[in-house]
C-alpha cells in the first residue's frame, strides 16, 4: 500500500469481519475434513446429544460426502486471501472474493439439494459484495 493511500475505515471493518467469519469457516470445515470418520463415529456412539434441553440430531451431516467439508473450506480460504488482498488495496482481491462468494453460494445446492433456498447467505454475501465494489475504484 503506497504511503498516500489510505484504507478506508469502512474497507477495514469489512476485511475484518471476513478475516473472522472466513478464518473461522476455513478452520471448521478443514477440521472436520480431517478427522469426518472421528466425528462420525463419535456421534454414531452417543445419537441422543442434547444442548441446553432440545435434542440435536447431526445424522444428516455424516451423511454427506468429506468433500463437501474440503471444498468448504478450500472457496473460504480464496475468500480470505481476496479479502487480504483487498487490504492490500489490490483490485483483483475483489474478483477473487466475489468469485469464492458465488461457489460458496452453489456447493450446498450441489452436496444437499434438498436444503431450502439460502436466502440469509445470499444477503449477507451481497451486502459484502457492494461494499467492497463501492471501495474498488481506490484499489490498484
Given amino acids: 500500500m503506497e504511503q498516500n493511500q489510505k484504507r478506508p475505515v469502512l474497507l477495514t471493518l469489512l476485511c475484518i469481519l471476513t478475516f473472522i467469519g ?17 466425528f462420525k463415529n463419535l456421534f454414531a456412539s452417543h445419537p441422543n446429544m442434547e444442548f ?32 487480504f488482498l483487498m487490504w492490500n488495496l489490490k483490485k483483483i482481491g475483489f474478483h477473487l472474493y466475489v468469485l469464492s462468494q458465488l461457489i460458496l453460494l452453489i456447493i450446498p445446492e450441489i452436496f444437499i439439494p434438498h436444503l431450502p433456498f439460502p436466502l440469509f447467505q445470499l444477503s449477507i454475501s451481497f ?10 475504484s481506490i484499489m490498484q
Avoid: C, E, R
Avoid at 472466513?22 to 472421528?38: A, E, K, P, R
Fill in 22 to 38: 472466513g478464518g473461522m469457516t476455513l478452520f471448521s470445515n478443514t477440521v472436520i475434513y480431517l478427522m469426518f470418520d472421528q
Fill in 127 to 136: 451486502l459484502f459484495v457492494y461494499f467492497y465494489y463501492k471501495h474498488l
Fill in 52 to 83: 441446553l434441553g432440545t435434542k440435536m440430531d447431526f445424522a444428516f451431516v455424516f451423511n454427506l460426502n468429506k468433500l463437501y467439508f474440503l471444498s468448504q473450506g478450500i472457496f473460504s480460504g480464496l475468500a480470505l486471501a481476496g479479502a
